[in-house]
């Protein structure tokens, strides 16, 4: 059974600065994808960054609205992925959800899953 635990969100000045964390435990076998989310009310739930692991190389990727404040980074040997937030605006504030996509020992094909949420608010 996986857990994804996010930490680091929290209150935050505008030019501020935030780092996210997300931490996958379980019976993993490599990680396919592994990247975060964000939903602000009365909004969809969108794509914020995300990494794709290749066979020798790895990817990432970035909404428009953060490209160049945003860096996402990764220590899948720990199986973890981080989101470290610059300049931030209040137009980011949203609940960030670390997703993962993530093959599993126990089965042939990868599968998806969510972390709880951490809430990011972006105020004076």
């Known amino acids: 059974q996986v857990q994804l635990v996010e930490s680091g969100g929290g209150l935050v000045q505008p030019g501020g600065s935030l780092r996210l964390s997300c931490a996958a435990s379980?019976?993993?076998?490599?990680?396919?994808?592994m990247g975060w989310y964000r939903q602000a009310p009365g909004k969809e739930r969108e794509l914020v960054a995300r990494?794709?692991?290749?066979?020798?190389?790895?990817?990432?990727d970035y909404a428009d609205s953060v490209k160049g404040r945003f860096t996402i980074s990764r220590d899948f040997a720990r199986n973890t992925v981080y989101l470290q937030m610059n300049s931030l605006k209040p137009e980011d504030t949203a609940v960030y959800y670390c997703n993962a996509d993530l093959f599993m020992s126990t089965t042939m094909r990868s599968s998806d899953f969510w972390g709880q949420g951490t809430q990011v608010t972006v105020s004076s």
């Open positions: 379980g019976n993993i076998f490599s990680i396919k994808t």
């Open positions: 990494i794709t692991s290749g066979r020798s190389t790895y990817y990432a």
